[in-house]
T-cell receptor, first 114, second 111 residues
Framework: EPEVTQTPSHQVTQMGQEVILRCVPI?????FYWYRQILGQKVEFLVS????????KSEIFDDQFSVERPDGSNFTLKIRSTKLEDSAMYFC????????????FGSGTRLTVV | RKEVEQDPGPFNVPEGATVAFNCTYS??????FFWYRQDCRKEPKLLMS???SGNEDGRFTAQLNRASQYISLLIRDSKLSDSATYLC????????????FGGGTRVLVKP
């Protein structure tokens, strides 16, 4: 079964540093997403991306966050200046269609900000 | 009121028993409904979509009650491998292209 691949699986970074989380969505999928889950809390939407631009973003996705699809396969999430509260599991997901269709999630990157 | 609300559990279930739990949603414009399963520290995985008429997939049955704004999941003949957190997920058309997750219901199946 096709997979969404995320790297690294775990990243430890110092507060104030920039991090880039990487994702390779399923190849024929057109919609890409980032979600995050703080330990013990619910999964929260960050951003959706379609046709090489952000289609939606949540209040969490402030100016410190950005996404990019630098080539035909990778989809990245950058956090410019990490804060302690950015520590969470970050899940990339992709779907064939948008608007409430089935999402396939990657295995996540656990980000720890110290 | 939370957009999607679930009893966090845990539901302790003897192996072979049946367990059922609900999820309520606050926005009547919610259009699509899903149950995802999440194992500890792993990614959510789609268990099943929930259709208006209710649907079954093996030992799992999902129901939708639009009038009372809840969905349910029933697991028959529970297996040890069913131990997980079950996430209720809702798509609200007016909210665009994102899914809204509940906090999850933890199920522990014991021998």
């Amino acid at each position: 079964e096709p997979e969404v691949t995320q790297t690294p699986s775990h990243q430890v970074t110092q507060m104030g540093q920039e991090v880039i989380l990487r994702c390779v969505p399923i190849s024929n999928h057109l919609y890409f997403y980032w979600y995050r889950q703080i330990l013990g809390q619910k999964v929260e939407f960050l951003v959706s991306f379609y046709n090489n631009e952000i289609s939606e973003k949540s209040e969490i996705f402030d100016d410190q966050f950005s996404v990019e699809r630098p080539d035909g396969s990778n989809f990245t999430l950058k956090i410019r200046s990490t804060k302690l509260e950015d520590s969470a599991m970050y899940f990339c997901a992709s779907s064939e269609g948008g608007s409430g269709t089935r999402l396939t999630f990657g295995s996540g990157t656990r980000l720890t900000v110290v | 009121r939370k957009e999607v609300e679930q009893d966090p559990g845990p539901f302790n279930v003897p192996e072979g028993a049946t367990v059922a739990f609900n999820c309520t949603y606050s926005n009547s414009a919610s259009q699509s409904f899903f149950w995802y399963r999440q194992d500890c520290r792993k990614e959510p995985k789609l268990l099943m979509s929930v259709y208006s008429s209710g649907n079954e997939d093996g030992r799992f049955t999902a129901q939708l009650n639009r009038a009372s704004q809840y969905i349910s999941l029933l697991i028959r003949d529970s297996k040890l491998s069913d131990s997980a957190t079950y996430l209720c997920v809702v798509w609200i058309k007016a909210a665009g292209n994102k899914l809204t997750f509940g906090g999850g219901t933890r199920v522990l199946v014991k021998p």
